[in-house]
């Protein structure tokens, strides 16, 4: 299998290394020098299984029309967000237009085993759900002054929503296509986080990009400086560190949730080194260290599957993200008027 | 429509005597009268052709559906404006959505690295009942070598030339290209 990386940035890299890693040829695609081929033109001549197109968001759907204009089979895995919102018209018509083509967006927690364990303590819980939150904050001020990660349709919203309503969706059980309509009749954003009304539980959700940590805390179980980062609730400025919990809350009480890099800097494969927990309804805390690249072995996953499956494999959902997506920005950017406002 | 918002300008070029029909010259998306479109409107004023050059600014995402080849196809009626003459064609890629239009009326016809992997653009150029002229390189990747060898009238392959119709080895290959799709176009009008 060749599988032809398109755009070298920090995402474009990770998919490199990964897919070297696995032992998968791989060939590069970007204008700046130290790519194998500078342009699409050049490496369409190439005998390529499966393109990943990793470039900027504005740029995924050029890239993609012209792979299905030249190969309408082409076999795709797209980095999310698939597009940007003023182009959902034209991704909805390359859809149509090219039926064999598979098209998948990219999903980084699509096999992580820690949100796969969540899922089922959910699926075999008695007392059944009462909350659900995910967050992801990170500090990333100096990204925005160096120009990287900016999306200037969906802006914050780019960054993390995407994960968040898949793993909730995964977690929960209930179908992302109904999120469109949740958002339009049950979802309140206040205090940085976006809640939304299920009939018998809510999913709290928050990203923070300046650092500020709003969602569910448990600075008991990170070590060293990430205990205290977290605690206060803020992450310094140029800091990597990347809160990443899940918390789900059962009607008797019981709390499970997942860590991700809670070991940050602290131990030596601290990226790949996850915390899951649970705190029992006497409050004892059990917790089990899950060692795992989520990234690779997703990406790896979704490209065997657009490599070895039928044509036409699609992800459904790539629309009623985007539609998603642009509901949650205008959510917090209408949010944003209101503080302003007050 | 996408059209509606986009800007398309014409330049004209006159031959200096009574013109023997209207050529429109169609640009690709990227390539706007660039060397090859430039040789071919000296040949074409030599030749007695009025040119009509098209500029325009396309959708940055070319679908290559319905909506497209019909932008295209609008974009060549607008540059035509009711011209009931002898008409030429002249298309660089992107403007090779021109050629259902193209053959259905059968207007002469150039065809600078056409997309021949669009299925309605092979079709078109197999079918071309009126004089017809192909050019596309062995590295470009929207060549259908099949395609190619079914288009009707004359083709010429250029070999390691891409959709740019660059050859990799430098300027004055490149520019050799360009003599060889220069006396490709004098030949075909001399015969056509």
Not at chain 1, 172 to 191: C, H, I, K, Q, V
Not at chain 1, 305 to 326: F, M, Y
Request: net charge negative; aromatic share 8%; proline share 6%.
């Amino acid at each position: 299998m060749i599988v032809a990386v398109v755009g070298l940035g920090k995402v474009g890299h990770l998919y490199l290394r990964v897919l070297r890693s696995a032992g998968i040829k791989v060939i590069s695609v970007d204008p700046r020098g130290h790519a194998d081929h500078r342009d699409l033109d050049q490496a369409l001549r190439r005998s390529v299984d499966v393109w990943v197109i990793a470039c900027p968001t504005a740029s995924h759907m050029p890239a993609l029309a012209k792979l299905l204009a030249v190969e309408p089979a082409s076999r795709v895995l797209v980095e999310k967000p698939i597009c940007e919102p003023s182009q959902v018209d034209e991704l909805r018509r390359l859809l149509a237009r090219y039926p064999e083509a598979s098209v998948l967006v990219s999903d980084a927690y699509s096999h992580s085993d820690a949100v796969a364990r969540l899922r089922d303590q959910v699926v075999g819980s008695a007392a059944g759900l009462r909350e659900i939150s995910v967050d992801m904050s990170k500090n990333r001020t100096r990204d925005v002054e160096l120009g990287r990660f900016v999306d200037h349709e969906l802006g914050e919203t780019a960054y993390e929503w995407t994960h968040m309503y898949r793993i909730a969706s995964c977690i929960g059980g209930f179908d992302l296509a109904t999120m469109p309509s949740l958002l339009e009749e049950r979802a309140n954003y206040r205090g940085r986080v976006l809640e939304i009304e299920f009939p018998d539980w809510s999913l709290r959700l928050s990203s923070g990009i300046d650092g500020e940590i709003v969602g569910a805390r448990r600075p008991e179980l990170y070590r060293g400086k990430n205990a205290k980062m977290v605690e206060v609730g803020s992450i310094p400025y140029s800091s990597e560190f990347r809160h990443r919990a899940i918390e789900v809350t059962f009607k008797d009480g019981v709390v499970a949730g997942v860590l991700f890099e809670p070991f940050y800097e602290e131990v030596p494969d601290y990226k790949n080194t996850h915390l899951y927990y649970v705190l029992d309804e006497s409050g004892r805390t059990d917790t089990v260290e899950m060692r795992q690249n989520h990234f690779s072995d997703s990406s790896i996953a979704q490209i065997q599957s657009l490599h070895a499956g039928p044509a036409g494999q699609r992800s459904d959902l790539a629309l009623t993200e985007i539609q998603v997506l642009v509901q949650t920005a205008s959510l917090l950017a209408a949010a944003e008027v209101r503080e302003e406002v007050s | 429509m996408i059209g509606a918002r986009r800007e398309t300008r014409y330049v004209d070029h006159d031959p200096g005597r009574e013109p023997v029909g209207l050529c429109v010259m169609l640009p690709g998306r990227v390539y706007p009268p660039g060397p090859a479109l430039f040789f071919t409107t000296v040949s074409l004023l030599a030749h007695g052709w009025r040119v009509r050059q098209v500029w325009w600014e396309p959708p940055e995402v070319i679908v290559y559906d319905e909506q497209d080849y019909a932008w295209v196809a609008d974009q060549l009626d607008l540059a035509l404006d009711g011209f009931d003459g002898r008409v030429l064609v002249v298309a660089k890629s992107l403007g090779s959505l021109a050629a259902p239009v193209a053959t259905q009326r059968a207007y002469e016809s150039i065809w600078l690295t056409p997309l021949l992997t669009q299925a309605p653009i092979a079709t078109a150029l197999r079918d071309q009942p009126a004089q017809q002229l192909t050019v596309i390189g062995t590295a470009d990747p929207f060549n259908d070598p099949a395609a190619l060898a079914a288009c009707s009238g004359a083709t010429v392959e250029i070999p390691d030339a891409d959709h740019l119709l660059e050859v990799p080895d430098g300027a004055v290959a490149t520019a050799k290209v360009h003599v060889t799709i220069a006396e490709a176009v004098e030949d075909w009008l001399v015969g056509s």
